[in-house]
């Protein structure tokens, strides 16, 4: 985190601005997706832009997808340790997935909106969009 403390000639009260480094929880100001979807090729490669620069392009376009099996073999410390490290993954894509799918719905009118409010995935609502 970057820490600015800034003060102007034209008030005497200092403001702080507060920079963060991780950009992924933060939403773009995209144009809506419009109900009749005119707009749809310029909200298409606004989120696209988005997604990618999130690292969240893989996880709506499905090419990373969320690993489903714990695999781990033997006993003791290791055995823990990569079946920790499999929850962790498994818990980062699910934080991930939810982020993806919040970066494209939050810039939906109602009518497209209506079409994924209730898929579970931001690739189920990314192909259906797509359609």
Partial sequence: ?????????????????????????HLYDI?????NSTNFQMWKYQICTVLDICGLL??????????SQ??????GDDAAKAHAAQIEKI??????NKEAKAQITLTLSDEPLSGVI??????????KLNC
């Fill in 118 to 127: 209730h898929t579970v995935s931001a690739a189920n609502a990314w192909d």
């Fill in 1 to 25: 985190m970057l820490l600015l403390t800034l003060s102007t000639n034209i008030s005497t009260t200092p403001f702080i601005v507060i920079i963060t480094m991780k950009t992924s929880s």
């Fill in 70 to 75: 714990i695999l781990v073999t033997g006993m």
């Fill in 58 to 67: 893989n996880i709506a376009e499905e090419k990373e997808q969320r690993s």
């Fill in 91 to 96: 818990e980062d894509w699910d934080r991930r």
């Fill in 31 to 35: 144009p809506i997706l419009e109900e």
